[in-house]
């Protein structure tokens, strides 16, 4: 089975400032990657994902992420962060599977504020 | 197109009753799933089903708990009966045929009060 790790809980930034989060997996065969977000009080909506080919991935809203397969990572970032980034993170993996889309496996999530 | 359907949005319940959280999901997409996210245990999988066949249970909590899909555009999970610690938010996500992009659209969610 696989299974997720976030590294950070909790990230407050100023605007402008950098971001990074981790995220490392564990499994023994070919995964599916993505970054998925939560603003409050809202639905998961799809950021980027990772399945195969280029392991630098650009998303939405100015995000990218990069799959290092020699450290099991797929760490999320973004130059510039605004107020409108403050939101809830999901790093998630599902195997690849013959028969069709298999469930994805979630981290803990990283809460992420950015003052103004 | 407009998206996964969840009904209710809101659900408060008193303990011990039956409650029947339903979803549609996307047309053409042949994978559902069901997902329950809590502030303790994050989000979690409890079922997902293929081409209407459920394919994975064991996030299924207990006994209490159970999951259809009669068709390719409807599913119901059910709690019977339900108690307090099942509060949450449960989502439903859809995925397309389309191996192997399996990204999972999701609905806006059921937000669950069992009192």
């Known amino acids: 089975a696989q299974s997720v790790s976030q590294h950070n809980h909790h990230v407050i930034l100023s605007e402008a400032a950098s971001l990074e989060l981790g995220c490392n997996y564990s499994y023994g065969g070919t995964v599916n990657l993505f970054w998925y977000v939560q603003y409050p009080g809202q639905h998961l909506q799809l950021l980027l994902k990772?399945?195969?080919?280029?392991?630098l991935v650009k998303g939405i809203k100015g995000f990218e992420a990069e799959f290092i397969k020699s450290k099991f990572s797929f760490n999320l970032r973004k130059p510039s962060v605004q107020w409108s980034d403050t939101a809830e993170y999901f790093c998630a993996v599902n195997a690849r599977t013959g028969g069709g889309a298999d469930g994805l496996t979630f981290g803990k999530g990283t809460h992420l504020i950015i003052q103004p | 197109d407009a998206g996964v359907i969840q009904s209710p949005r809101h659900e408060v319940t008193e303990m011990g009753q039956e409650v029947t959280l339903r979803c549609k999901p996307i047309?053409?997409?042949?994978?559902l799933f069901w997902y329950r996210q809590t502030m303790m245990r994050g989000l979690e999988l409890l079922i997902y089903f293929n081409n209407n066949v459920p394919i994975d249970d064991s996030g299924m909590p207990e006994d209490r708990f159970s999951a259809k899909m009669p068709n390719a555009s409807f599913s119901t999970l059910k709690i019977q009966p339900s108690e307090p610690r099942d509060s949450a938010v449960y989502f439903c996500a859809s995925s397309p045929p389309t191996l192997p992009n399996t990204e999972a659209f999701f609905g806006q969610g059921t937000r669950l009060t069992v009192v």
């Open positions: 990772y399945f195969s080919g280029d392991p």
């Open positions: 047309s053409g997409h042949n994978s």
